[in-house]
């Protein structure tokens, strides 16, 4: 039977160092870790170097999954190409188990974007370091329909399903688009664990009564998910408990105080998915 593996983000722990990150997420449970490095060469060594001794002494299978995230930029294809091919050049150098890439722009044609998976998959073939794309807004997954035409090119092509951002692009709970998310499930390698609603990526607590129905929405779909890719025979698939902070946790107005706890939040949704999720 498949395993389902939790890993920890980063996002929202950046304050901590690579060993202080690595042993909280140990000490909580989780499976792996999913990382977007800082520009520090002590805290990637350290990050290497940790993730190692766990490795060797307490969990030899702990997943490891590296992010390419690039700031934006106003820029040329050509040039934004050059960037996304220099970190992913980079990022394998770290030997990941998988990389997590947000890919391409939603204003770029169909073809750049192309050019661009075609790019990525070259680098996974050559170093055999499997790429998922991430569904996102502003890339070229932005969005559920005209994500099926890249499908169409690459029928083989990884997902990462964080159906928040189709949900905010579309200003709705796809109600009417269940028959089109059906045709990418089987292209979806691992879930980003995080509830939005129609007007935005991330609900301030999805465990609050007021967000029952998004929860129930977005669950419903991780369990679609998981039914399809236990027929593969996986022997794992992975979850991250994606729950963010600023911007995407939202603020009081003039204290700025977080209106939840954002690691609480993603301890709770691994807890939640735990007892809800069924194999």
Known sequence: MMEIKYLCTFWGCETQTAKEFLSAAIENGYNGVEINFPDDKSFISQFLEELNTIRNTIDKDFVFIAQQVLPNKNETVINYTKRISERLEFLVTLKPDYINSQT?????NFSENC?????????????????????????????????????????????IADFSHFCTVSESLLQDQQTILNQIYPNIR???????????PQ???????????????FTTWWQQIID??????????????????????????????????????????KNYLQQNLKL
């Open 203 to 217: 609900v301030n607590n999805p465990f609050a009564p007021e967000w029952k129905i998004c929860l129930e929405q």
């Open 115 to 159: 050019e661009i998976i075609d790019l990525t998959q070259r680098i996974s073939q050559t170093y055999q370091i499997p790429i998922w794309h991430e569904i996102h807004r502003g890339r070229f997954t932005f969005h559920l329909k005209t994500l099926l035409n890249y499908l169409e090119v690459y029928p083989q092509l990884n997902l």
């Open 104 to 108: 391409g722009k939603d204003f770029f």
């Open 190 to 200: 691992h879930i980003h664990a995080r509830v939005g609603f129609s007007q935005s």
């Open 228 to 269: 399809i890719q236990n027929k593969l025979e996986l022997s794992f698939f992975t979850i991250t408990p994606e729950f963010g902070p600023f911007p995407y946790m939202p603020l009081e107005p003039f204290t700025r105080k977080p209106l939840a706890n954002q690691w609480e939040l993603n301890l709770q949704m």
